[in-house]
Nanobody
Framework: QVQLVESGGGSVQAGESLRLSCAAS?????MAWFRQAPGKDREGVAA???????RYADSVKGRFTISKDNAKSTLYLQMNSLSPEDTAMYSC??????????????????????WGQGTQVAVSS
């Protein structure tokens, strides 16, 4: 198990940016950001592997960037051009699989063994 603590959420207007951080007790082979809006299923937003290879949901490609700082054991999610559809609770997750080996399944929550409590993002129009 890995301890994960998210921060950086808040309330912004459409078009603005936020950067989320996830402080981890240790980074694992696969780290990801998920989000869940009220009444909707949890959605994989982005994932990053050991070598920095990244995967993104189609809805955030070109707007969001996932990155990590191994020295600080911290995962980031830079979110630009935010829209009201991005409003959700964002959580980071840790897994022990190779991102490149699972294809499009990187966004399946069951593949991740540790989860943070989440940080709320609210985007108003």
């Amino acid at each position: 198990q890995v301890q994960l603590v998210e921060s950086g959420g808040g309330s912004v207007q459409a078009g603005e940016s936020l950067r989320l951080s996830c402080a981890a007790s240790g980074l694992t082979a696969s780290m990801a950001w998920f989000r869940q809006a009220p009444g909707k299923d949890r959605e994989g937003v982005a994932a990053i592997g050991n070598s920095g290879d990244a995967r993104y949901a189609d809805s955030v490609k070109g707007r969001f960037t996932i990155s990590k700082d191994n020295a600080k054991s911290t995962l980031y999610l830079q979110m630009n051009s935010l829209s009201p559809e991005d409003t959700a609770m964002y959580s980071c997750a840790a897994g022990n699989f190779g991102i490149s080996y699972v294809g499009g399944n990187w966004n399946r929550p069951l593949l991740y063994h540790s989860w943070g409590q989440g940080t709320q993002v609210a985007v108003s129009s």
